[in-house]
């Protein structure tokens, strides 16, 4: 077994009274993060305005049903089997 070693002395505290000053928000990591979040938003309204110019929408025409003749234009009701 090893000796137990004394505990180290606490260090000694900073004569800097700047040191236990409360930190600023607007540091220069927050305006980063504010500018990297507008060149996002900036970057999606170009994708979103441009996108249409560039990838026009695909519109496949609908298949026409012609009518058979002698079919009724509504669809009869049936009055038998009612589910309640």
């Known amino acids: 077994m090893t000796p137990a070693l ?7 505290p900073s004569r800097d009274s700047a040191a236990y000053a409360r930190r600023s928000i607007l540091s220069p ?6 500018a990297l979040s507008m060149m996002c938003i900036l ?7 441009l996108a249409p110019r560039f990838l026009p929408a695909r ?3 609908a298949p026409t049903i012609a009518p058979t003749p002698g079919a009724p234009s509504t ?7 009612r589910s309640r």
Do not use: K, L, S
Request: proline share 20%; aromatic share 6%.
């Open 59 to 61: 519109i496949e025409p």
């Open 43 to 49: 970057a999606g309204m170009t994708i979103a305005g």
């Open 29 to 34: 990591a927050f305006w980063a993060m504010i």
């Open 6 to 12: 004394p505990d180290p002395a606490p260090p000694a």
């Open 75 to 81: 669809p009869a009701r049936v009055e038998g089997n």
